[in-house]
């Protein structure tokens, strides 16, 4: 198929409610036994009879998760550099409605901050800012890679959805990697969500991953805002959408994010709220469904729930994050960030709970050697 | 005339291919054949006048996996 | 709902692809096809003349006939073959075998990717001959091969799935049909590779070496079915001692 959106058609709300419903015991046992599972299976893992065998299932991902990444757990740090947005996503605290003051980096001012989270140890940065094309521009986002790159093994992009071109040219500026939270794959849903700006156009934001992947980033990353959907819904859809990029992508490294919904600034009802035992239920259910995925938890979870998730398939997660922007190097600073951090531990304080549970932290995985000789002379 | 076949030098008296096929005692039908390397449909057998030092190539199935 | 094999907008029932090579008399080779139930039948081209007679006298005009490339050292032989097989009138099927090895007889598979790129766009139905090579297999088919045919053994030895997990990771990974051919022995090897998710088999060796050719096509035409029968219906779990409940439960802290 030339696009997910093909295979997602395949897919609709009906059957996955259809199938999950139909899920028997033996059908669970079943997808926890084989080699491989089908889309069918994982829907089976995230079914209402599925979430009778927790600790069965925990087994799987949890050995799953071993055989496929160790012991190891990959850090990262994310930048804020622009809360500007012209979007009015309305669950989201940097809502354009949302009267609060906004900051946009300069590309001075960006590579300032990040060289203090550099000088902290960090070596994985995640790039952020709101949707504003035309402020944050591709130019701009290449500007601020083009500064902070030497000092970072891994420049990561989570903006809004751009062009194969321009992804292509951010990599050439050294991203590495990109990841796009869909939010959700309700079509009707995610056009209510986001009524106006250039991110109201869902089949762009769908189809941005396979972009990516086309125009050679190296990990791609795919995510829904879980809470917005019944559960077996977008948590499917999700799911699926990496299963297709690693099948047609298979020389990039596919990641999921699997971010909750949490209060902010505005007011925004939850409608399909998530608890722990079906968020867990989540995780387990992609990773035995995708064991070589790597699957990334910020901090809107709890220094508990991720410490936990680890053993269970978890392998990226951040520490010493601010979701606001500003304020580390510069005076400019905006007062409020994107959510509500659960999770404040620094970098030290990350490594060693990650030890205390038996895992080690990676603070530099990969490096292109082709990228590096600045990177020396900086460190 | 002077012919290539399959390889091998032989001497037929003929004009066309069909003639030629004829006179090998091989069955039109079941064969495929290549006059100096292009493929001639069996249609246009007869119509294909052969000349001298031509080079012949006489394909059939057989048995294969 | 019918379970169908569609190959090239063809519709198979059989999912037993037979050979017609290396029988003792070619005069068994319409029983056998009969027996065996097949609907596509393999044949080789050769120069007229030779040691061999020609073989479509006794083969039924109701099957489709899979010419291959056999004898092509390159791809330029290969679709040398494949144009005059063409020829001959009996469709575009061709099956690409392209082998310069003639002590292992394996097959190559740049050479292969090369002659499947150039009759695909002639508008052949490509049917490769291969390694079981994931990335081979993903070449063969962004160069527009309708399925990858690869192999259980080395061809003629009939020492069956030897290739099994590599073949399991092109059913993982493919979304063309997988049709296993050459190596396989006996009907039970058939019939894994059916069970583990395989469109088809293509036997020949192994029919046309037993003391019975007729009643080993009847063999292979049931273990096919019923490896195929047994895919349908989702194979149970095997128990696995392993996942035995655990003494720390991984999920404790969200009671």
């Known amino acids: 198929m030339s696009s997910f959106h093909d295979l997602l058609m395949t897919w609709p709300a009906e059957r996955r409610r259809a199938v999950v419903e139909s899920i028997s015991t033996d059908q669970v046992q079943r997808a926890l036994h084989k080699d491989s599972l089908s889309p069918t299976d994982f829907l089976a893992l995230l079914s209402p009879c599925a979430a009778e065998h927790l600790e069965a299932i925990a087994q799987r991902a949890h050995a799953l998760t071993l055989q496929y990444f160790g012991h190891a757990v990959n850090l990262f740090t994310p930048l804020y550099i622009s809360d500007v947005c012209t979007t009015q996503c309305r669950y989201c605290g940097f809502n354009a409605r949302n009267q609060q003051k906004r900051t946009h980096l300069s590309p001075e001012a960006a590579a300032a901050e990040a060289k203090l989270l550099h000088d902290q140890g960090h070596r994985h940065l995640l790039l952020l800012t709101g949707d504003a094309p035309k402020l944050s521009s591709p130019a701009y986002l290449g500007e601020v890679v083009e500064r902070i790159k030497p000092l970072f093994a891994s420049v990561g992009i989570e903006v809004y959805a751009l062009t194969e071109e321009e992804y292509a040219m951010l990599v050439a500026k050294g991203v590495d990697s990109m990841t796009m939270f869909q939010e959700t794959y309700d079509p009707a849903l995610y056009a209510w969500l986001h009524p106006v700006g250039p991110k109201h156009d869902y089949r762009f934001r769908l189809d941005a991953p396979q972009r990516a992947a086309k125009a050679g980033m190296r990990s791609v990353g795919v995510g829904a805002l879980l809470g917005l959907t019944p559960f077996e819904q977008d948590t499917f859809a999700t799911g699926l959408h990496a299963w297709w990029l690693e099948r047609n992508y298979p020389g990039v490294d596919i990641g999921l994010s699997i971010p909750r919904i949490c209060p902010h600034e505005g007011s925004f009802e939850v409608q399909h709220a998530v608890d722990d035992r079906h968020f867990v239920q989540y995780v387990m259910a992609l990773r035995c469904f995708l064991p070589r995925c790597s699957i990334t938890c910020s901090t809107r979870e709890s220094a508990v729930m991720r410490d936990h998730l680890i053993p269970l398939g978890v392998t990226r997660v951040s520490a010493g994050v601010s979701t606001a922007v500003g304020g580390r190097a510069t005076q400019e600073a905006s007062p409020t960030g994107q959510f509500e951090i659960t999770d404040h531990r620094s970098l030290p304080e990350m490594i060693a709970a990650i030890r205390a549970i038996g895992y080690q932290a990676v603070i530099k995985d990969w490096e292109d050697p082709t990228a590096s000789s600045a990177a020396t002379a900086c460190a | ?65 | 709902m019918e379970d169908a094999l569609i190959l090239g907008a063809i519709t198979l029932k059989s999912r037993l692809f037979v050979g017609t090579g290396k029988y003792a008399a070619d005069s068994l080779i319409p029983e056998v096809i009969a027996a065996s139930g097949a609907q596509v039948v393999t044949v080789a081209l050769r120069r007229v003349g030779m040691q061999q007679e020609g073989v479509m006298d006794h083969i039924p005009d109701t099957v489709r006939l899979l010419p291959n490339t056999s004898g092509a050292r390159t791809a330029e032989e290969a679709v040398r073959l494949a144009r005059l097989a063409k020829a001959a009138g009996c469709g575009d099927w061709v099956k690409i075998e392209v082998i310069a090895d003639t002590r292992h007889l394996l097959p190559d598979g740049y050479e292969t990717c090369k002659a499947t790129e150039i009759l695909a766009k002639e508008g052949f139905t490509v049917l490769p001959y291969v390694n079981p090579d994931l990335y081979v297999a993903r070449s063969l088919i962004s160069a527009g091969a309708a399925c990858v045919m690869p192999l259980a053994a080395p061809i003629g030895t009939n020492r069956g799935l030897q290739t099994r997990e590599m073949i399991g990771i092109l059913l993982e990974e493919l979304d063309v049909p997988v049709i296993v051919d050459a190596g396989l022995g006996r009907p039970s090897q058939a019939c894994e590779a059916m069970e583990m998710g395989a469109a088809a088999c293509l036997v020949n060796t192994a029919i046309a070496s037993a003391d019975d050719p007729v009643a080993m096509a009847k063999a292979f035409k049931l273990a096919v079915e019923a490896g195929r029968a047994a895919y349908l219906a989702g194979p149970g779990r095997v128990q696995d001692t392993t996942l035995a409940e655990a003494s720390s439960p991984l999920t404790g802290f969200l009671q």
């Open chain 2, 1 to 65: 005339m002077h012919l290539v076949i399959n390889g091998q030098d032989q001497d037929i008296t003929c004009t066309t291919l069909a003639e030629l096929v004829s006179a090998l005692k091989l069955d039109a039908q079941r064969l495929v054949a290549e006059v100096n390397g292009t493929i001639v449909a069996r249609e246009n057998f007869g119509q294909t006048v052969l000349k001298d030092n031509d080079r012949l190539e006489l394909v059939h199935f057989v048995g294969g996996g």
